[in-house]
Structure formats: C-alpha cells, structure tokens
C-alpha cells in the first residue's frame, strides 16, 4: 500500500511530502523527479517520450498524475493495484480542490499545514479512508485560504469562459467557505461536456467518430437535500449489436439518442434509470462526475476542414486549408486553433487569411515546420479560408501529401452538446417550502483528438 | 548559512519556550503560526529534530488545529529521538482518553506512528481500549494501529490474541469503514488466502454496498482468492456485483473485472461471455478518465487483448490512437492493434498504422511500422501488406528506413516467398543513410542473402569496416562477404580477403573470433564451409520475443496489480518479499528473464553415448592457443550439446571433432540439429561475458540464419 505521498512542483519543487509506512529511502522525491525529468534519455533516440503514470525504481514503484501544474505522486512497495492507488491520489487532489477552491502550487503552499491535516484524514497507514467531502468536514479544523488568482485575458481557467463568467467564479470556491455577510448562497451547478474526436480522411470522409460526455456536479446545497436528475427520455444505452434500438432510424418514434456505454458515481441510485431515464441522488459537497458516456453512434461533427495541396513550379507548392463551423448560428466556437505539419523540406510558409475575416491570426513555426492558425471566434456557419505558400528547399518533394498533416483541431462551444444529450430537469425531492436553490445547467463540446487527413 | 540556520533555529526555540506554557487564547494563533514555520521547514527538508524537547513543553494545548501539527512533529522525528519520543507518551495517552473523540482518535493514530520500537508497549493499551471505543472514528483508528503495530513487531500482535475479535469487527461492526480497516489488518496480518473462505466470504457479500471505493477495492481482492464449490455460487457472487462494472471509479471496475475473470476460468463459455460483458466498461473508463488513470486501464485491456484477440477482432476501431494520446497509451495501442488483426481487419488496421508512421514521436513512428511488419508476417497472405511495408522505404526518413529494414530482415526469415519484392525494395535503399547499428546489421543481412544484390556495395562498406563501431554490424559484414563468396568466387575474392583481414585485426573478441573462424572453414575445405555457413535456409516458424502463452497466463493470474503494467511477475519487483530488482519501468523492451527461462529447455542436458565421446573429445583438444596474442587466455571450457530429437549428423560432428579450435574462445557451442533443413551452429558466450541475459539469447537465435 501506499509508503509515501508527495506533491512537487513541475521544477520539482517539494511543497507536501506525507510518510505513511516510512520504509521508502528519503530521496524518493528527488529519484522520481530525476526519472520523470530524464525519461527516455536513457535508450537511445527515445528522449522526449514522457514517463508513464507508473513505474518502478530500485524498488520503489512511483505512481503519479500531473495536474493544475503539479506533480501528484504516491509511492508504494508492495505490488498493489496501479488503478486504485491513482484514483486515490486523484481523489486527494479533487479534495484538496473543494476545500481551496482552486488548485496550484500558490494554494498548495498557503494551504500546506491543511493539506497535511486532509492527508492524515484521507489516508492511514496507506490505505485510503473515507474521503468524502462531507464527511471530512467535521475532522478538518484549519481553514483554507483562498488566493485570487487573476485570469490572464484569453487564458480563463474555466472552461465557460465568455459568457457565464460570474458563474465560473462561483464553481472555485470552497465547500467550506463561510457565507459572506450572512447570505448562504445555495447553488448546483451541472455541467455536460462533450470531447469529440473525429478523423476525416483525405477525401473528407467520415473514418472514426465519437463522443466521450460527462456530467459534472457541484453542490453547494446546504443540508444534502436528495435531487433527481432527468435525461433525454429516448436516451438508449448498449452497443449496436447488442442494441435492440440498433438501425431503429427512421422508424415513427423518431430517431433515439443511441449511448454505446455509460457509467455512475457511487451516489447514483438507478432504480428509475431504465424506466423515465432519471436519477436520483444525494449529492455530495464539492465537485463529482454523476455519470460518464461515450458514443460512436453517427452525429454532426461540428467542423468541416478541407485541404487541397498543389505544386505550383518548382521549389513552391500553395496549401489551401478550408474551415466550415456546421453548428446553429446562435453558438459560438472559441479557443479554436488548427495546427497542420508541413513536409520537412519546407523553408518558409507565408499565410494569406481570406478578404474580410477578422480575429484571426496565424504563426509559422520554422523550428516544428508546422503552421498554426488561431481563431478568437467562430460563428457557427460560418466558413473561413486559409491559403499557405510553401517554399521549398528541394525542387520537388516526391510524396508531399504524405510528409503533410495531419490537420489537427482544438475548440471549445459553449452551450451547443453534439449528442443532444440534455438535463430535462433537476428536481429538488423533499424540499422545504420556499426552498429554491439556483440550479445552472451548461453545456459545452471541446475537442478531443480532431484530426483531418491530406 | 550555517550559522544563519543555527540562529534561526535558536528564534525558534526561545519562541518555542516563551510560547510553551501559555494557554492565553490570544496566543493560540501565535502558536499556530510558529508551528506552521516549523513543518513548513521539515517539509522542504530542514532539520527541525534539535526542537524536539521545546516542541514536546508545548504539547498543553487545547487547539485542535495546533495539536494536529504538533503531532505530526512527533510522529514525523519520534523515531530519530526515541529518549525524547517518552516525554510525550504521557500526553498522547491522556489524549486518547479525552471526551472529545476526534481528539481520542488523532491521539491515537499518532501515538500508534511512532514507529520507536522500545515504545511499543505503551501502545497496546490505548489501541486495544480504542477498538471498543463507542465512536467509529476511534475504533477505525485503532484498528489500523493493530496494523503499525504488526509492522513494527508481529510477536506483539500474535501475543495479543485478537486476529479473532477483528474478524468479529469485519463482519459485525456497524461502521463500514472500520469493518473495511479490520479486514484490511486481517490481509496484512494473515494475507488474503485465509480470508477466501466461505464462512468470512457469504457475510461480507452481504454488507458490499456500505463499502466505500477503496474498501471495496479490498473486498474484492479477498472475493478474487475465493474457491466456489459449486457453480450457482458463482452466479450468485457475478450477480452480487453486476452493478460495480458501472462504477466510475477504475479501480473498482477493475478489481470486479478480475474477480468475475477468476470465478468463471473452470466454466470456458461463461468465461467468455464476461470478455463481452466487461468490453463496454472498460472502453468507457479508457475514453472518460484522464490519461493517468486510462493507462492501467489500457494495459489491463491490452494483456485482455494478447490472451484472447479473437474476441476482439470487431473492435479494432477502439484501438486506434487518437492524436492526443500520451506515448505510453499509444505504444499499447498499436500492440493492441497488431494483436487482433486478422484477416478482415488487417487492410484496415494497416492503412491506419500507414498514417502513424508520419507521427513526429520518432519511437511511435517506429512502432508504427513495426506493428505493419508485425502484422505482415503473421497474415499468411501478405502480399498488399508486404508492399505497404516496403513504401515506407519512399519516405525516406531515416528512422523510418532503419526500422522497416529491421522488419524486412524479419520477413525474410520467416516468409521467404516475398525475396523478389524485398530485393526489389531494398535496392532503391541509400546504404549511406542507414547509420543505426541494429539497422545497418539488418540491411548487411540482407544484402549477404540476396543474391541479386551487387556485391560491389558491400565493398564500401569494407572499406570502413575498422570504422565501423557497432560489432554487430562488423559480425554481419564478415558473413555477407563470405556468402557473396560462394556464389562468386572471382569477382569477390578480394572482398573476402579484406573482410577476413579486417576481421582478424579485431579487437572485438566476436568478431575476430568469426573472421578466425571463416577463415579456417574456408582453408579447411570450400565446400564444407559452405555447407556449414550457408545450409539450405529454414523458415523461422515462430519468433520466441512474442508473447509467449505461459508469460500471459501468468500475468493474467495476477489481473489488476503492477505486474501486468511492468510484464513482469510480481515477485520481480515488488515486497514484502521485496527483492530490490531494478525494473526500468515498462518502458524498457521484452522481459528478458521470462525468454531466458524458454531458452533453457532448447538444450536439454541429454547426453547420449555417442555425444559424451564427443564431448571428451573436445576437451581434449584444447584450442590452441596461437591466435591469442592479446593474452586473453583464459577459456571456458567447451560444451557440445545436441538437441534431444536429433543425432549429430555427420558433417557436424566432422566440423566439431575434427576441428575443435574452431569454435570461438570463451563459447558454448550447441549444435541443433534439424533434417533435412541442414546443420545449425549457434553459438552463445557464457552468460557472464555478456551484459545483458538477452545479448546472449540474441545471439542464440540469429545464428541459425546467420551460418
């Protein structure tokens, strides 16, 4: 079981270091580091690759995961399960998150005496105890203090950046924080969001698609009043072939939200599930995934991206990139960035953006031969154009389109869910008269791994 | 500095003392805040132990927050300062009778840290009166004090007699958590086996859903070890735990994944109807989790893969990377996808492979064609895989040459119908491009076996040979020069000449051993030489570096623990029987020692009549000593060693009798035989004069090609 927590910075820093079974050597921050920092350097022509979540060194297993700028590590002798080790670090930092509202290395260092306070409740002798928020609550006496961190323009740390920002605010405080001026402010925020990944081959068609959805919950009702939250009623879970719903399109009852899979936070009772498609819960405090699920079932990938490549003469070749938003023109797609690798041989590549679109910029990375094209914001049906002049250092480059690309796509829509999975409500069972929480409800579709062929 | 740290350190302590008998309240935060400087300095390593005893004078606190820290103090110094550590016994155990029983429980948590051994019988007491306690928080702590305390001394804990008491508290105690904290001193105690018993088994299923995640995670472990009796027994336990594949924690899923794996391994159908069950659960975690968390998954799914990839053919789309992907989760994926190809999926898998190879991450580039050739040499039909393999070669990047000139030779060895396509390919090759040793001893191999290749190449690269720095390029140069011999004497006379010169002036001891070799098989008799260097060539049937079933059977007993993540048995790396072996991380390439174990029954130490005359023989004949100049005399001495299917045939044991001191210095020479394919000389150095166990084996397999 677990020997050791540590928490580093990515200089490799060490702010927290807990000892639980004091039988791992003293310079185990100092050796993990070393490792992760040199990974690869070692074998030859493998520098660079990053170090697994897992591994082991003279005798030492380190686990870790790498968040909000930190360096989360457990370290342990024994052969114990690399999953739950993870997921208990993971849920150290999660907690650490409800009670500072925020995580990184400034809060961990003016939080450090209470992390160390949430670590002696969360873990003993190794072995993870009850770590729910909640519960803590009544052993943990420090107080978190809070650091205002000022978002850097374009740079917000949430994800719902332009429009609800207030709301945002609201999502990084503390599960513990005293109400100002007497005001309690009950609040549940429920947050869907979708990542898609698509792969468009050469010809624009359509090779791999899906989406990866959560729902994401934050509490802060006061008293821990049972909810119930309702899907789509024609949501229907299970893969095609073992779907009875599977080739159902088109049939009169419309066509259904087909899921491939899903799974649920231990809070979530299921007795309704396949009936009404709703779930009833008692949330916990602080942040929670309520569900997970995942799709390959057809959607409307929300970009289009063309290319055409030509060799115009000798030592020059002109790229043409097209992007196509296909979602309601009332959305919006920000952060959204196109990046493309372009044939080793390339010297120089000027970027001419179409007439009369604005808020774009774009870079042209000699040193990762790559271009990189920026959008502040997309409407959605909209459509924008790049054309790239290649100048080349060979006469001709004899497979151009295969030292090309692929194009890849990062972005972010607020409220727009490709799935159309929606919350059709969000019940508050058993409330007093009178009670009426704020309950926020928002969507939002990011890129995954969005990649279009040459 | 020094001197700067020292005062700091005596500030402390006068603030220590000022502060230590006050219980003024305005003075509580005061306290607070020097006790947070002084864990802030242990933190980043500073050396606060020489405050122990002001520390300890200012234990009369009655701040909940201050005791904490100073607890933590103590629990962290007590035992560099065992003498000091008694002064505050007395406070830890008058603590761990306080009404409050958060205060009796952190007094005893801490009190049962201490790790000072002389200090262990002060803690007996508290920890036995804590496990009757009347708050759960108390009873919890105290049990896992049993734990620290087996630790420390395990005498102590059997002398207690009370194994039987935590096992009532397991099953009985209203509290999960500390029913979950008895059983987890139970496993550390009397391990898991002896909880795998029906009668501990049928009361914990019955109380699994007040289980917290991680207690469950534990639970399971102990249902993993569980015998059934009968088969309804199994349905009823897989039913009990449906629900938990839909959990979102991964490490429940996983461990309920190897508990319905386990359970069913007598029943076969059922067996693989849970493959199709747990599919779904698992791609769903792999696809929400972050990365982290995804890896154990993935390599859990991946070892699923290799032990079964027929039940995995129709979902090769989930292995495919995505761009994002980290490179470890990458890697796996692409032996994921190699795995399950077959003769459906294969156009498929390839063309997605094809576009990997243009990935900037050099090695998952590499993967990438490997995997293609991987994929090549398993189809039995392989012609449009073969020749997407050999395009790569158009890229012309080099790491991308290097490795498909690697696979090539492979393909070569094992198929050789496609010789026409790869000379074809391997003549549009730059020789001057390849530069990385494995790689330029692959396509010296090749150019040596192909007989329509231009011998006059190989004269540049003779040229070099004393630059040459990798002896295994050097090796393979030799041997393609004596195979371009036999085909044309005249016009590669001279190239033999030089190689064999170069060769003898080695200071590798292989190298010049093999030139020393050549030469004396070739002034001995030409066409026996050749009899001996290039015998009719025998497909390789199966490379011994994949995955063997045992190797996979036995990380799949040990389902959900760090050995299916290293591919390695457990008892490589991990305690309690803790043998410190160094395993580099999964990173690093085929196990070595799981192939060394398969290597070992290749030669059985059947000796029959004929052969230990032989062997007598070889001893008598001591190699003489004359090409041993440098002075490296000392030689093992020389075994010979057949097969147990086969007799020597006759031009072998010629060659091995008749001419002992050809056999290299400080070598093992088996002769495997097989007929009619021809005579196979492989000859291995001692382990102990090669680094690596898999240098040796290396070398081991290739000769049977190479000669």
Request: aromatic share 8%.
């Amino acid at each position: 079981m677990i020997s050791q927590v540590v928490v580093l910075s990515l200089r490799g820093d060490t702010i927290i270091s807990r000892n639980y079974r004091d039988d791992v050597p003293k310079n185990t921050a100092e050796t993990f580091f070393r490792k992760v920092r040199f990974w690869g350097a070692e074998t030859e022509g493998r520098s660079g690759e990053s170090a697994p979540p897992v591994f082991n060194s003279d005798g030492v297993n380190y686990y870790h995961i790498k968040t909000a700028g930190l360096f989360f590590v457990a370290m342990a002798k024994t052969n114990a399960p690399p999953s739950l080790i993870l997921e208990l670090i993971q849920r150290v930092a999660a907690v650490i998150k409800d009670y500072c509202g925020t995580l990184s290395e400034d809060v961990i260092r003016k939080n450090f005496i209470l992390v160390y306070e949430l670590l002696d409740e969360l873990i003993d002798f190794g072995y993870g105890q009850n770590t729910s928020t909640e519960y803590l609550k009544s052993y943990i006496f420090n107080e978190p203090l809070t650091v205002t961190t000022v978002a850097a323009p374009g740079k917000s740390a949430s994800i719902f950046a332009p429009n609800t920002r207030s709301a945002a605010a609201a999502t990084s405080k503390s599960v513990v924080e005293k109400p100002k001026k007497g005001v309690t402010r009950d609040e549940i925020f429920v947050d869907i969001v979708e990542k898609v990944s698509v792969t468009f081959n050469a010809s624009g068609y359509l090779l791999t698609s899906a989406i990866d959805g959560s729902i994401k919950m934050k509490s802060y009702l006061s008293g821990n009043p049972d909810i119930r939250v309702a899907l789509n009623e024609d949501l229907a879970v299970g893969s095609t072939e073992n779907s009875p719903f599977a080739g159902d399109y088109g049939k009169g009852g419309g066509v259904s939200l087909l899921l491939d899979d899903c799974n649920f936070h231990s809070c979530a009772r299921l007795k309704d599930f396949d009936a009404d498609r709703t779930i009833t819960l008692t949330p916990p405090d602080g942040e929670f995934v309520l569900m997970n699920y995942r799709t390959t079932h057809e959607f409307k990938p929300p970009f289009k991206i063309y290319t055409a490549v030509e060799e115009v003469a000798p030592y020059v070749a002109e790229l043409v990139i097209k992007v196509r938003a296909e979602f309601p023109a009332s959305k919006n797609g920000s952060n959204v960035v196109l990046k493309m690798p372009l044939p080793k041989a390339t010297t120089r590549a000027s970027c001419h953006i179409g007439p009369g679109q604005t808020g774009q910029t774009t870079e042209w990375k000699e040193s990762t031969k790559e271009i990189q094209w920026s959008f502040k914001k997309i409407s959605g049906g909209s459509d924008h154009a790049l054309r790239v002049k290649l100048t080349l250092s060979e006469e001709r480059v004899p497979n151009i389109k295969r030292e090309m690309g692929p194009v890849s796509l990062s972005f972010t829509i607020a409220m727009y869910n490709v799935s159309r999975l929606v919350v059709r409500y969000l019940q508050i069972l058993n409330k007093e008269k009178g009670y009426n929480p704020y309950r926020w409800v928002r969507y939002v579709t990011q890129s995954s791994s969005y990649i279009s062929r040459i | 500095m020094g001197d700067k740290k020292g005062n700091e350190l005596g500030d402390l302590k006068t603030q220590l003392r000022n502060l230590a008998g006050s219980q003024l309240k305005e003075n509580t935060q005061a306290k607070r805040d020097l006790f947070k400087k002084i864990i802030s300095y242990m933190t980043i390593s500073i050396d606060v132990a020489p405050l122990f005893s002001e520390m300890i004078m200012a234990t009369t606190t009655t701040d909940i927050a201050t005791k904490k820290m100073l607890y933590h103090y103590i629990t962290h110094h007590a035992n560099s300062n065992p003498e000091l550590a008694l002064l505050c016994i007395n406070t830890l155990q008058k603590d761990c009778c306080d009404v409050d029983p958060t205060i009796r429980g952190l007094a005893l948590r801490s009190l049962s840290s201490l790790r000072v051994s002389n200090l262990l019988e002060y803690v007996t007491e508290p920890i036995q009166r804590g496990l009757q306690d009347k708050h759960p928080y108390v009873r919890r702590t105290a049990v896992l004090g049993l734990a620290k305390l087996n630790a420390m001394n395990p005498e102590m804990v059997s002398d207690l007699d009370i194994m039987g008491s935590v096992r009532a508290m397991v099953l009985n105690d209203p509290d999960a958590q500390v029913s979950a904290n008895a059983l987890t001193v139970l496993t550390e105690v009397e391990g898991y086996e002896a909880l795998a018993v029906e009668s501990f088994v049928t009361p914990i299923l019955k109380r699994l859903k007040s289980y917290n995640e991680w207690s469950l995670a534990l639970v399971l472990e102990v249902l993993a070890r569980y015998k059934v009796t009968k088969s309804s027994e199994i349905y009823d336990i897989m039913q009990n735990l449906e629900d938990r594949l839909q959990h979102a924690n991964s490490a429940v899923v996983l461990a309920t994944v190897r508990v319905f794996l386990l359970l069913t391994l007598p029943l076969p159908e059922v067996h693989q109807q849970v493959y199709e069950r747990i599919k779904a659960p698992l791609l769903t975690l792999i696809s929400s989790a972050i990365n982290e968390i995804a890896y154990p998954v993935v390599a859990h799914l991946h070892l699923l893969v290799l032990r079964a990839p027929i039940l995995f053919a129709t979902d090769f789309k989930y292995f495919y990377c995505k761009y994002n992907d980290p490179s470890y989760i990458k890697k796996l994926k692409l032996e994921m996808l190699t795995a399950v190809a077959d003769s459906n999926n294969m156009y498929d898998i390839v063309t997605e492979l094809s576009e990997y190879v243009a990935d900037v991450d050099v090695p998952i580039a590499r993967s990438s064609v490997h995997a293609v050739g991987q994929i090549a040499l398993e189809a039995p039909d392989s012609d449009n895989i073969v020749e997407r393999l050999l395009l790569f070669l158009e890229l012309g990047q080099e790491h991308i040459t290097a490795e498909t000139l690697i696979m090539m030779k492979d393909l070569l060895r094992k198929c050789p119908q496609h010789k026409p396509a790869i000379t074809q390919a391997l003549s549009f090759v730059n020789h001057s491009v390849v530069q990385e040793p494995a790689a330029k001893a692959a396509m010296v191999w090749l150019i040596g076996e192909l007989s329509t290749e231009d011998p006059y190449v190989l004269e540049d690269l003779i040229e070099t040979f004393a630059d040459e720095e990798s002896p295994d390029v050097r090796l393979e140069l030799l041997t393609a020069c004596v195979k371009h011999f036999f085909l044309r004497p005249p016009e590669t006379q001279k190239l033999l000449g030089a190689a064999l010169a170069a060769g003898c002036r080695d200071s590798h001891v292989a190298v010049h051993d093999r030139a020393i070799m050549y030469y004396r098989l070739l002034k001995h008799d030409v066409r026996k030489a050749q009899l001996i260097i290039c015998p009719e060539t025998v497909s390789v049937s199966t490379f011994t570096e994949t995955h063997s079933s045992d190797e996979i059977e036995q990380l799949f007993q040990q389902f959900n623990s760090l050995s299916v993540l290293y591919r390695h048995p457990g008892f490589a790396f991990a305690s309690p029987e803790a043998s410190p072996v160094t395993v580099a991380g999964p990173a690093e390439d085929r196990t070595p020692a799981p192939a060394a174990v398969q290597e070992a029954p290749a030669q059985p130490p059947v000796q029959p009549a004929m052969e230990a005359d032989l062997l007598g023989d070889l001893l008598r004949n001591d190699p003489p000593a004359d090409t041993d100049a440098s002075g490296r005399v000392q030689r093992a001495p020389v075994r010979l060693e057949s097969p147990s299917k086969g007799r020597i045939c006759a031009t072998c044991a010629l060659a091995a009798v008749a001419h002992p001191h050809l056999l290299p210095h400080d070598s093992r020479m088996t002769i495997h035989h097989e007929l009619p394919g021809g005579v196979f000389l492989a000859y291995s150095r001692p382990a102990a004069a090669v680094p690596h166990a898999s240098d040796c084996q290396h070398r081991c397999f290739r000769w049977p090609d190479a000669v």
